[in-house]
Nanobody, 123 residues
C-alpha cells in the first residue's frame, strides 16, 4: 500500500513559479513510476509529466515542456514538479500518482493517487 500526499500549491501571478512536492509512504517508493496530472474545473484530468523509478525516463505533456521539470529523491520518498513561467491555463488541481511497474508508460493507470493540491495562476 502506498499513500501519497501533495503539497506546494497556491496562488501565483502569471510568469511566476511554484514547486509541488509529493511524499509517498512505503518502503518500495523507489521502484514506482511517478506521475503528475491535473484537472481544471469542468475538464477531464490530463497528464502533466512522469518519471521512471530510477529517473532514466521522463516525459512531459507538450503544454508544459520547457516550463515544468519533474524530479525525484528516492531517499526522501518524494517526487517534485517545478513549475516555471506559469500561465492562467495551468490553473488546476494537481495530483501525483504511483505505478508499481516503474514504467512511465503505465502511470495513467496508477492504482495510487494523492488528494491533490490546488494551483491558481492569476493573469
Amino acid at each position: 500500500q502506498v499513500q501519497l500526499v501533495e503539497s506546494g500549491g497556491g496562488l501565483v501571478q502569471a510568469g511566476g513559479s511554484l514547486r509541488l512536492s509529493c511524499v509517498a509512504s512505503g518502503r518500495t517508493f523507489s521502484s514506482y513510476a511517478m506521475g503528475w496530472f491535473r484537472q481544471a474545473p469542468g475538464k477531464e484530468r490530463e497528464f502533466v509529466g512522469a518519471i521512471s523509478w530510477i529517473s532514466v525516463n521522463i516525459r512531459y505533456a507538450d503544454s508544459v515542456k520547457g516550463r515544468f521539470t519533474i524530479s525525484r529523491d528516492n531517499a526522501k520518498n518524494t517526487v517534485y514538479l517545478q513549475m516555471n513561467s506559469l500561465k492562467p491555463e495551468d490553473t488546476a488541481v494537481y495530483y501525483c500518482a504511483a505505478h508499481e511497474s516503474g514504467n512511465i508508460d503505465y502511470v495513467s493507470g496508477a492504482k495510487y493517487w494523492g488528494q491533490g493540491t490546488q494551483v491558481t495562476v492569476s493573469s
